[in-house]
Each structure stands twice: as structure tokens, then as C-alpha cells.
């Protein structure tokens, strides 16, 4: 995750995070990606099952009705053994979270452990009554999906109204004092939608956008060839500080991000080498500490059935399961060759990734579309739209 506020508008100092000793466990969560530590956030897919029909599900995900593998009493001593492991935060996501009952109860477990968790959802299941639940047991965050804004978002989710019940969770949310941001996952059918989103921050008072690039994973590997050109994301990124810059010169401070894509960091600095050269020094230096893409390393996966994987777009590879061995037994164990091998991902990775000049900062960018494309876990990411002359290699 690249912060374009934190880095480009400057948000994040060196010094905001340094006096924290860049442990994950005092970081705050906006500043977790500069830990040196890297103890996994941990994204946990607690159910299959959702109300939606997104076309660009990772998961796959299937209807409501149904059961899930782990039960309420597995799962807290599964929290049990990431809070001892020293996981910062417990991501609950899906399918949609919200289907299962026990979400609150368990979400309350995770904090009474120490931990900080967050809800990745559609929105469209927080009632009032469930908003207040949330806020109830300390829940940090509460990220919701909008592919953009309501005839395209309700495309992507299959539903008609689900951009105006998204609407209102996120209105829901905002009334009990929760936290809430927008998840948004770009592609050549909802870029133009960008410029309506940040209009939607700004009138809807939402202090943080997630801007998603596309992986090739689950549903949305038919959309690949709907992905952004590297021109095209070019164009994107050059939109989204524009934005958030014009945000930050009226005097509102919202937090932007964006996901999957660690080439973006390079990009930030390139373009501060050009308006700012002090500034552009100092974003040098936070993007080593930042050190990219983290799968496997600072980020791992729980599935709806105790697969353990790198990160929760990449199933290809199991690397165990929380039903038969904990995770902090599996994370660490030095024996699982490609997990082992993710914790140096720059000793590994080939074509462009192995020569570029960026490799420190970008961690050799993201494995699922690199496989995915060439069928090479090590191969360059195709996604990566730095030229040859900007990494180096020209």
C-alpha cells in the first residue's frame, strides 16, 4: 500500500513513526507499513458467503445460505494464537463478513487480545443497530466497497441498490463514530468514476479512499484484459494526486491510498524529483523503510476453510492450515520453501524486477499477477508500467 497523502501531500513525516521505535506493536495502523518489524497483518476470509455477485470477486464467493468451516470457538483460539504471534491487526473479510453472526462477538475477542481489528464488507448489511455493535467493541476501521458511483458500482455488484444501501452503511457508520474509508479497485470500465468518488469524499465527509489496482485472482481474472494499460495507469495515478492534492490546497486532509501496485511509490518519488526535491529525498527514504509488496512476509491470509496463504488474492499456493497447526507455527517454519523464500523476495525475483533500480523499494512488486501471467512465481510483474530508462536498465 502506497499513501499518496502521506507521501506526496506530506502527511507522514520521518519523525511521526521513528519515535514509535518501528514496532508493529505501538505503530499506529496509518503508520504499520514503515514497521521493521513486518509482523503480518492478517486477513481473515471468515466466510465464503455473500449477498452480492461482484464480477470481480477474488474470492469466488457464494450464496448466503450455508455454514462455515470455523466454528465461533476455533476461531477464538485461532485469534488467540495471532495475538501472541504479534499480529497488529486482524482484518475480517470475506465473502461478507457481516452474514455470520458471530462477527461482532469474535471482532470484541480480537481486541480484548490486544489486537486491532478491521472489517473489509459491501456495506449494504450495516443496519444502525449493527453500526452500533461494531463501534461497541473498539472496531478500528471500516472499509466499504465502491466500484464507483451508483449505475456502474451496482454493475460490478450484480444487485440493483446496492450503491445507495452501501450508501447508508456508510452513513450508519459515521453516526455511531466508526471510522469508515472506500475500497475502490480500478479498471478500463470505472477509471472515469475516480474524480466522482472524491467528490463523494468531500460530501460525504469519508476521510480515506483505498484506490485498488486489479490482480488477476478468483472472478477477476476475467477481467484482465480489462486491466489499465500502463498508460492508462499512468494517467490514473497522475489523477489520484491531482486530487488528493486539490483536497489538501482547500484545506481538507483526507487519507489516499493506493493497493497492489508498488510501483506506484517510484512514481510518487519521480514525480516529487520534479515539483519538490527536498520532499522527494525524504519520500526516498520512507519508501525503503515502507520496502514494497509484503505477501508472505508482512501480510498473510486466512481462508473460510484454515488455509493459510501469502496474501488473499494468491490461493495457488497453501502453505498450511490453521485447523491442523497454528499460524504462528506455519508462518515461521523455515521448511515451507516458497513462504521461506517470500521473507527475501529480492534475492528471487527475475526479469525487470531483478535489475530495476526501485527492487529496495518495491519488493519485486506483486507474485499472484506474475504468476498468473507468465506461470513463473518469480517472473516481473506485468503490471509494473515503469519504463526501462526510469528503472534503469536503459
Given at each position: 500500500?502506497?499513501?499518496i497523502s502521506k507521501l506526496?501531500c ?22 504499520l507499513?514503515f514497521s ?8 481473515w476470509?471468515?466466510?465464503k458467503?455473500?449477498?452480492l455477485k461482484?464480477?470481480h470477486c477474488?474470492a469466488?464467493?457464494?450464496?448466503v ?6 466454528d465461533?470457538?476455533t476461531a477464538k483460539?485461532m485469534i488467540?494464537?495471532l495475538a501472541a ?9 470475506g465473502?461478507?463478513p457481516?452474514?455470520r453472526?458471530d462477527?461482532?462477538e ?8 490486544g489486537?486491532?481489528?478491521v472489517?473489509s464488507t459491501?456495506?449494504?448489511l450495516i443496519?444502525?443497530d449493527?453500526?452500533r455493535?461494531?463501534?461497541k467493541?473498539?472496531l478500528?476501521?471500516?472499509?466499504i466497497?465502491?466500484d464507483?458511483?451508483?449505475?456502474i458500482?451496482?454493475?460490478f455488484?450484480?444487485v440493483a ?8 452503511g456508510?452513513?450508519?457508520c459515521q453516526e ?12 478500463k470500465r470505472n477509471a ?5 468518488i472524491?467528490?463523494l469524499?468531500?460530501?460525504r ?5 483505498c484506490?485498488y489496482?486489479l490482480?488477476?485472482?478468483g472472478?477477476g481474472?476475467s477481467l484482465?484484459n480489462e486491466?489499465l494499460?500502463?498508460s ?11 486530487e488528493?492534492?486539490a483536497l ?15 510501483a506506484?511509490?517510484?512514481?510518487v518519488?519521480m514525480?516529487l524529483?520534479r ?5 522527494a529525498?525524504e519520500v526516498f527514504?520512507l519508501l525503503q523503510?515502507?520496502?514494497g509488496?509484503?505477501s508472505?512476509?508482512g ?8 488455509l493459510?496463504?501469502?496474501?488473499q488474492?494468491?490461493r495457488e499456493h497453501?502453505f498450511?492450515?490453521v485447523l491442523?497447526?497454528?499460524f504462528?507455527?506455519?508462518w ?6 516458497l513462504?521461506h523464500?517470500l ?5 528471487h525475483?527475475?526479469g525487470r524486477c ?7 523499494i ?5 507474485r499472484a499477477?506474475?504468476?498468473a ?5 518469480w517472473?516481473e510483474?506485468?503490471?509494473c508500467?515503469l519504463?526501462?530508462?526510469?528503472i534503469g536498465?536503459?
Amino acid at each position: 500500500m502506497i499513501g499518496i497523502s502521506k507521501l506526496y501531500c506530506g502527511q507522514v513525516e520521518k519523525s511521526d513513526f521513528l519515535r514509535y521505535g518501528r514496532h508493529s506493536g505501538s505503530l499506529p495502523s496509518h503508520l504499520l507499513q514503515f514497521s521493521a518489524d513486518k509482523k503480518p497483518v492478517v486477513v481473515w476470509n471468515m466466510t465464503k458467503r455473500c449477498n452480492l455477485k461482484c464480477v470481480h470477486c477474488y474470492a469466488h464467493a457464494e450464496k448466503v445460505e450455508g455454514t462455515d468451516p470455523i466454528d465461533t470457538r476455533t476461531a477464538k483460539l485461532m485469534i488467540d494464537d495471532l495475538a501472541a504471534f504479534g499480529c497488529p491487526v486482524m482484518l475480517f473479510s470475506g465473502g461478507e463478513p457481516l452474514v455470520r453472526h458471530d462477527l461482532v462477538e469474535l471482532a470484541s475477542h480480537a481486541t480484548e487480545k490486544g489486537m486491532r481489528a478491521v472489517i473489509s464488507t459491501n456495506g449494504t448489511l450495516i443496519t444502525k443497530d449493527k453500526a452500533r455493535e461494531l463501534k461497541k467493541v473498539g472496531l478500528s476501521y471500516v472499509g466499504i466497497s465502491l466500484d464507483g458511483l451508483k449505475n456502474i458500482h451496482d454493475l460490478f455488484r450484480g444487485v440493483a441498490g446496492a450503491f445507495d444501501k452501501a450508501l447508508q452503511g456508510i452513513a450508519n457508520c459515521q453516526e455511531e463514530g466508526l471510522k469508515v474509508g472506500l475500497r475502490f479497485t480500478m479498471n478500463k470500465r470505472n477509471a472515469a468514476e475516480i474524480p466522482g468518488i472524491f467528490a463523494l469524499l468531500r460530501e460525504r465527509e469519508i476521510p480515506r479512499a483505498c484506490f485498488y489496482h486489479l490482480v488477476y485472482s478468483g472472478r477477476g481474472s476475467s477481467l484482465r484484459n480489462e486491466d489499465l494499460s500502463h498508460s492508462e495507469t499512468r494517467a490514473v495515478l497522475d489523477l489520484i494526486m491531482d486530487e488528493t492534492r486539490a483536497l489538501f490546497d482547500s484545506g481538507i486532509e483526507k487519507e489516499i491510498l493506493t493497493v497492489d501496485n508498488h510501483a506506484d511509490g517510484p512514481y510518487v518519488w519521480m514525480r516529487l524529483l520534479r515539483e519538490d526535491k527536498k520532499r522527494a529525498d525524504e519520500v526516498f527514504e520512507l519508501l525503503q523503510y515502507n520496502e514494497g509488496n509484503n505477501s508472505g512476509r508482512g501480510f498473510g491470509c486466512i481462508s473460510w476453510d484454515g488455509l493459510v496463504h501469502a496474501d488473499q488474492f494468491w490461493r495457488e499456493h497453501i502453505f498450511g492450515n490453521v485447523l491442523e497447526r497454528p499460524f504462528s507455527e506455519i508462518w515461521d517454519d523455515p521448511s515451507i520453501t516458497l513462504l521461506h523464500q517470500l521473507k527475501d523476495k529480492k534475492s528471487h525475483v527475475g526479469g525487470r524486477c531483478a535489475k530495476c533500480r526501485f527492487l529496495s523499494i518495491c519488493g519485486g512488486n506483486f507474485r499472484a499477477r506474475a504468476e498468473a501471467v507468465y506461470g513463473d512465481v518469480w517472473a516481473e510483474d506485468p503490471a509494473c508500467y515503469l519504463t526501462d530508462e526510469e528503472i534503469g536498465l536503459k
